[in-house]
């Protein structure tokens, strides 16, 4: 069974450009995430998906970010204008629901703005 | 607000050795899954702590939950060089899960 599925796995771009990154869950995963993780850090959550609906984007600084995830299943988080501070890697991940359990990570977007 | 702190934040063993990383989460669940991130790699769930007193083994590590002391334990038996990685605790409590900033380990002959 195929797992999460993110691409581009590296994006290099310069500030107050924008960028998008696409997420694939594994096929009957109705929860996906967004999250962000910098250098040395844990994953912080940046938005969370019931099926098309968001339900948790409290975190998304939603000046320069936002998300779609149109039919319930893939997903694009765009970041415009990017900001140095933006440099990160974006991790998608997919649950069965919200409360069942393990979430399973795609292998992130790595995102460096010069 | 749930705030998830482990220690140590770095550990160098030897080979062979034993260690435990702690895991201490501020508000009450009983769910916390562990998690390891090799370099450049995304993360790979290690463990399911579903209860207090869940205890998980997987070859050399060893999970556990207590979540009267809000507190899980990873423990590292004889250490092989294959088990260097970042390895983060993450605790649910009715919300997306909430992850500890990692343990990076490194274990050296």
């Known amino acids: 069974e195929a797992g999460v599925v993110q691409s581009p796995r590296y994006k290099i771009i310069e500030k107050k450009q924008p960028v998008a990154f696409w997420c694939n869950p594994i096929s009957g995963h109705n929860t996906l995430y967004w999250y962000r993780q910098n250098l040395g850090q844990g994953p912080e959550l940046l938005i969370r998906y019931e099926n098309e609906e968001a339900v948790d984007d409290s975190q998304l600084p939603k000046d320069r970010f936002s998300a779609e995830r149109l039919k319930g299943v893939d997903s694009t988080l765009k970041i415009q204008p990017a900001e140095l501070g933006d440099s990160a890697v974006y991790l998608c991940?997919?649950?069965?629901?919200?409360?069942?359990?393990?979430?399973?990570f795609g292998e992130g977007s790595r995102l460096t703005v010069l | 607000e749930l705030k998830v702190e482990q220690n140590p934040l770095f550990l160098s063993m030897q080979e062979g050795k034993n260690y435990t990383i702690y895991c201490n989460y501020s508000?009450?669940?009983?769910?916390l899954y562990w998690y390891r991130q090799d370099p450049g790699k995304s993360l790979e769930s290690l463990f399911v702590l579903l209860s207090n007193g869940a205890v998980k083994q997987e070859g050399r590590l060893m999970a556990s939950l207590d979540t009267k002391a809000r507190l899980s334990t990873l423990h590292i038996t004889a250490a092989v060089h294959d088990l260097s990685a970042t390895y983060f605790c993450?605790?649910?409590?009715?919300?997306?899960?909430?992850f500890g900033k990692g343990t990076r380990l490194s274990v050296i002959a």
């Open positions: 991940a997919s649950s069965l629901g919200p409360n069942t359990g393990e979430l399973f």
């Open positions: 993450a605790v649910d409590l009715n919300t997306p899960l909430v």
């Open positions: 508000t009450t669940s009983d769910r």
